[in-house]
């Protein structure tokens, strides 16, 4: 018998924290990349749970996107950051979304390629 993993999902989020939580991973998009997750983590942390879950996994993802993007750009003094920074650019656009939609249907979205600094 196989036993197959599924994502955690979130049970009844209401629509106050499905927007913060949706929030905290377009935050880039916003142009407020880790301030938001990061404040909304401490705001909410002790109110929801579900909410503080969400904005740390941003709060990871945006801080180690910006390490990936800092030795990518590094890396163009080598010439392979040709190739790198396009791809840390488009893991910067493609995992937030994914990340919004999986948090609107309820899943908990784990970022790939993420430290847990947090």
Do not use: C
Request: without cysteine; charged residues 15%.
């Amino acid at each position: 018998m196989s036993t197959q993993e599924t994502p955690p999902t979130i049970s009844q989020i209401t629509s106050d924290e499905k927007m913060w939580i949706v929030l905290s991973h377009l935050s880039v998009f916003l142009g407020v990349g880790i301030l938001l997750p990061l404040i909304v983590y401490l705001v909410k942390k002790e109110d929801s749970p579900k909410i503080a879950e969400h904005a740390k996994e941003a709060l990871n993802f945006h801080i180690s996107l910006y390490i990936y993007a800092f030795i990518a750009g590094l890396s163009l003094l080598a010439v392979v950051g040709i190739i790198l920074v396009p791809i840390v650019a488009a893991i910067g656009v493609i995992f937030p979304i994914m990340a919004a939609v999986k948090a609107s249907d309820s899943v908990l979205y784990r970022y790939p390629l993420t430290i847990r600094f947090i």
